[in-house]
């Protein structure tokens, strides 16, 4: 957001400050209250990541599978979806059109289940990432 205000708030200090100087530190201002609000968001962002990280931790050594399993079971039936959708849905299609008895293949809206795959990949990275590193 302050990328596009920066410039308009930048006119505006010229019109409202004939003198150049004041003008300047006006803008200076504007650019430290802008990088001020980023670093602040920024900050969240990374408290937020670290409190999951902590939760995750605490899931993954939790001795019920309904705790520590919920997300391999997620990734297997994402995987198997993703298998059916790409690899074993076209070969049936395929094949069943081969031997003459064609079948209709349902269709589902991938992009909801690409959105958990692809954030489990991301994280399962950042995780291979980790141990690479020794950090957990």
Not at 25 to 38: F, I, N, P, S, T
Not at 47 to 58: D, P, S
Not at 67 to 72: A, D, I, L, M, Q
Not at 79 to 98: C, D, E, M, N, Y
Request: contains cysteine; charged residues 15%; neutral net charge.
């Amino acid at each position: 957001m302050w990328q596009t205000l920066i410039p308009v708030l930048g006119n505006l200090m010229d019109r409202l400050f004939p003198d150049p100087k004041l003008a300047a530190d006006a803008k200076l201002e504007v650019m430290r209250m802008a990088q001020a609000g980023d670093l602040a968001q920024l900050n969240a962002d990374l408290q937020l990541a670290t409190g999951q990280i902590e939760v995750n931790k605490v899931e993954a050594a939790s001795q019920s599978l309904f705790v520590s399993g919920w997300r391999p079971a997620v990734g297997w039936v994402c995987g198997a979806a993703f298998a059916f959708k790409f690899i074993g849905g076209p070969a049936a299609f395929v094949l069943s059109q081969w031997f003459g008895h064609p079948i209709t293949l349902p269709v589902f809206d991938f992009a909801e289940m690409n959105t958990i795959l692809l954030g489990m990949l991301g994280l399962g990275g950042l995780r291979t990432v980790e141990k690479v590193k020794g950090v957990g």
